[in-house]
């Protein structure tokens, strides 16, 4: 039987938000490498192999359990924060870029939950983090995200976070949603996920929106961000580069040496 910590928490901020997890004494969170912003006096922070898991058994179940973290594209280790003082003691996590953070009570969405590999920002002690194989060929060749997403498993708390506005929809029996692959943050483990060809053309050379799109079909949840972080970089890349490029702009390269860029 799976026995995570209860902790409570609150989000703050609009854009850019972060997490305040407020432990009990012996309590335990566990976050990725470069999550944490600010904790108490009375907080041990450790280093662990995995994500801390109980189901994790000795120096074998440990090696495993980092082992699939690495599958995932994540680090190998996780940091664990412990209230080893007297009464409640808070310890706070950010996001990592623009977005919004998604709470997640495992108890009562199923007890496990899929979601982007780079979606998970900390939970409670004994949520286990692991990978889930996309089952079908499309799915994992095409997936634009790749083979293997997380999986999050337990009955406590645990946190998503994602670019953009986010929201939720609930997926009836047989319901499709048809969704770019770079926009779903997770979903509850009752959704079926797959992936389908966009068809025609004009729509694959001149859409400019991908070959492929996912298809969720219900029941379940399912969690959406308007601004995946893969999309962000590209276009910060594109913009970003030493070739300006001159959207609406009629001067075109004489823009640039007018406002001092031209070399």
């Not at 108490?40 to 922070?45: K, L, N, P, R, S």
């Not at 319901?175 to 389908?196: A, M, N, P, R, W």
């Amino acid at each position: 039987m799976i026995n995570n910590h209860e902790i409570d928490y609150r989000i703050f901020g609009e854009e850019m938000q972060y997490v305040e997890i407020e432990l009990d004494p012996n309590e335990t969170a566990v976050a990725e490498p470069g999550a944490f912003m600010m904790m108490e006096d009375g907080i041990q922070m450790q280093t662990i192999f995995g994500d801390g898991s109980q189901q994790s058994g000795g120096l074998l179940g440990k090696l495993f359990s980092a082992g699939k973290r690495l599958l995932t594209g994540e680090n190998l280790f996780m940091t664990a924060f412990t209230n080893q003082g007297y009464g409640k003691k808070r310890v706070s996590f950010a996001s990592p870029y623009p977005g919004k953070i998604v709470p997640l009570d495992l108890q009562a969405l199923g007890g496990r939950v899929v979601c982007q590999k780079d979606s998970f920002l900390c939970a409670a002690k004994g949520v286990s983090v692991s990978i889930e194989f996309q089952r079908k060929l499309g799915s994992g060749l095409f997936g634009g995200e790749g083979f293997i997403m997380q999986k999050l498993e337990g009955d406590g708390m645990a946190f998503m976070h994602a670019g953009g506005h986010v929201f939720e929809r609930v997926l009836e029996s047989g319901q499709l949603l048809k969704i770019d692959t770079g926009c779903i943050v997770g979903f509850t483990y009752g959704v079926d996920y797959d992936i389908q060809f966009v068809g025609g053309i004009r729509n694959t050379i001149f859409g400019g929106e991908g070959v492929f799109f996912a298809t969720l079909r219900g029941p379940g949840k399912v969690w959406i961000q308007t601004l995946p972080i893969s999309r962000l970089a590209s276009r910060i890349l594109q913009f970003g580069g030493s070739q300006r490029k001159e959207e609406g702009s009629v001067l075109g390269g004489l823009g640039n040496l007018l406002d001092g860029d031209g070399r």
